[in-house]
């Protein structure tokens, strides 16, 4: 999805791209906790993987971009953001499967209020070092 966020990039900032992508990936992830029918379902998925990759791709460029020390320090920052993007992925699921085992709906509406809170608080977190 790389290629398409690049193409997109040419129109739109890092940081639009970033908070368009988190709300649709939202959006989508909402979506398959409630669509009734496996090709509901499905749709809702393949949307959330799209979206959540191009959310990927664009946050990358924003932390590139607000984050300048990036470029001297041989990607200390970028290394942080996979370092807990990965602990996320390790930890997740095993808290995610037991709250699915007590109640389906409430895991994907747990997982979008998470994405909520941590968008804002990254939204809040870089608008004063936001490029002009």
């Given at each position: 999805?790389?290629?398409?966020a ?8 890092a940081r639009?791209m ?5 709300a ?5 992830f909402?979506?398959?906790?409630f669509?009734l029918g ?26 590139g ?6 470029q001297?320090?041989h ?7 996979h370092a ?7 930890v ?6 037991a709250?699915?085992e ?5 895991t ?25």
């Open positions: 999805m790389q290629p398409v690049g193409v997109v990039r040419r129109r739109f900032s639009g970033t908070a368009a992508f988190a649709l990936a939202a959006l989508a909402v979506a398959m906790a669509w496996k090709l509901g379902f499905v749709g809702s998925y393949l949307a959330y993987v799209v979206f959540g990759s191009l959310l990927f791709a664009a946050n990358s460029g924003l932390v971009e607000t984050y300048h020390e990036a001297d320090d990607g200390k920052v970028f290394g942080a953001m807990v993007t990965d602990l996320g992925m390790l997740g699921p095993p808290l995610l499967l709250l699915y007590r109640d389906a709906a409430l994907f509406l747990a997982l979008t209020s998470l994405g909520v809170v941590a968008t804002g608080i990254f939204a809040l977190g870089t608008r004063s070092s936001a490029p002009k």
